[in-house]
T-cell receptor, first 110, second 112 residues
């Protein structure tokens, strides 16, 4: 079974609508990272969460880590075309590496 | 400050050849890790170096190797290339665990 499950795999959202991407871990996280990737390019850092119950926001993107530190959600408010891309969650299990989810491909339609 | 620099950006190699990819971390970062990204397997961890020592290694064959120099720059080498090695190779640098990972733009390797 996967250590980190990300859902949904793809999402098509009308511009202006809100959306949520989830990331669930099979074990306790030391940290949870959210990245965005344009096709074939590097990962752009969005947010890092480390404490249970932590919530961070940047512009219209908010990420939360639950109290048990096993689940995180990424919420985009009033989506825009610039939000389109692949969103990846990466788990730090305390072993000097990140374990990534399978990614969520976000498409914004006008 | 400058970000993580990976060279080259694109590479085309023939089966059986070997290839070396380079990664220059953010100044002051001593940890460099490498990942392979393919459509089928997603992002897979290759190895991580800290102060010239490999601390962690992923589940890849011995054809994949790496090293880190005293200035923290890192190289990864793939010998006897196979078609399945075609992928985007990403490196990430970090100051220390828990301080975040910054990724480079990647090297797109195509094996023909």
């Amino acid at each position: 079974s996967q250590e980190l499950e990300q859902s949904p795999q793809s999402l098509i959202v009308q511009e202006g609508k809100n959306l949520t991407i989830n990331c669930t871990s099979s074990k306790t996280l030391y940290g949870l990272y959210w990245y965005k990737q344009k096709y074939g390019e590097g990962l752009i850092f969005l947010m890092m969460l480390q404490k249970g119950g932590e919530e961070k926001s940047h512009e219209k993107i908010t990420a939360k880590l639950d109290e048990k530190k096993q689940q995180s959600s990424l919420h985009i408010t009033a989506s825009q075309p610039s939000h389109a891309g692949i969103y990846l969650c990466g788990a730090d299990f305390g072993n000097e590496k990140l374990t990534f989810g399978t990614g969520t491909r976000l498409t914004i339609i006008p | 400050k400058a970000g993580v620099t990976q060279t080259p950006r694109y590479l085309i190699k023939t089966r059986g050849q070997q290839v070396t990819l380079s990664c220059s971390p953010i100044s002051g970062h001593r940890s460099v890790s490498w990942y392979q990204q393919t459509p089928g397997q997603g992002l897979q961890f290759l190895f991580e170096y800290f102060s010239e020592t490999q601390r962690n290694k992923g589940n890849f064959p011995g054809r994949f190797s790496g090293r880190q120099f005293s200035n923290s720059r890192s190289e990864m080498n793939v010998s006897t290339l196979e078609l399945g090695d075609s992928a985007l190779y990403l490196c990430a640098s970090s100051a220390a665990q828990g301080y975040g990972y910054t990724f480079g733009s990647g090297t797109r390797l195509t094996v023909v």
